[in-house]
């Protein structure tokens, strides 16, 4: 609910190259890959803008190196200038599906600020669940 309340948000304050870019990086995560099988009509549909303004944005991304497109197929060349290109709510989401998925308590989303992990972030719960995993 609080993805979706976020996305919303999303769509009413940023701009559409970070939006583009957010649910770009978003997908890489989800597919767990940096190939994107999706066209630009989808891309429009789905954050609610003109076809047009999304083929001008995927240009400019891919004049800055960020990706290559091919017919219904985006390949996402450089991830991490492509997430430092999207808005916050990129890692605020990926922190929301990164809690749920490692079951991580709804508390740690209120140290959750700026975009920086709390003190006991992800990487210690992680490494946490690898100790606990080795020792059965």
């Known amino acids: 609910m609080v993805q979706t309340a976020q996305t ?11 939006r583009l870019a957010c649910w770009l990086s978003l997908a890489c995560d989800a597919l767990q890959h940096n190939v994107v099988p999706v066209t630009h009509e ?10 047009a303004g999304i083929t001008e944005a995927l240009n400019r991304f891919g004049q800055s190196g960020l990706l290559r ?5 985006l ?6 200038k492509l997430q ?14 990164g809690d749920q998925l490692s079951g991580l308590t709804p ?22 669940l690898r100790r606990l995993g080795a020792s059965q």
């Open 75 to 80: 390949e996402i060349s450089n991830r991490n």
């Open 8 to 18: 919303a948000l999303c769509g009413v304050c940023h701009q559409l190259e970070p």
């Open 84 to 97: 430092s290109r999207a808005c916050v709510c990129y890692r605020i989401v990926s922190r929301l599906i």
């Open 42 to 51: 989808n891309l429009s549909t789905i954050l609610g803008m003109r076809r």
């Open 69 to 73: 497109k091919t017919r219904g197929v």
């Open 107 to 128: 508390d740690r989303h209120a140290r959750f600020v700026d975009g920086q992990r709390a003190a006991d972030g992800l990487s210690r719960s992680h490494s946490t």
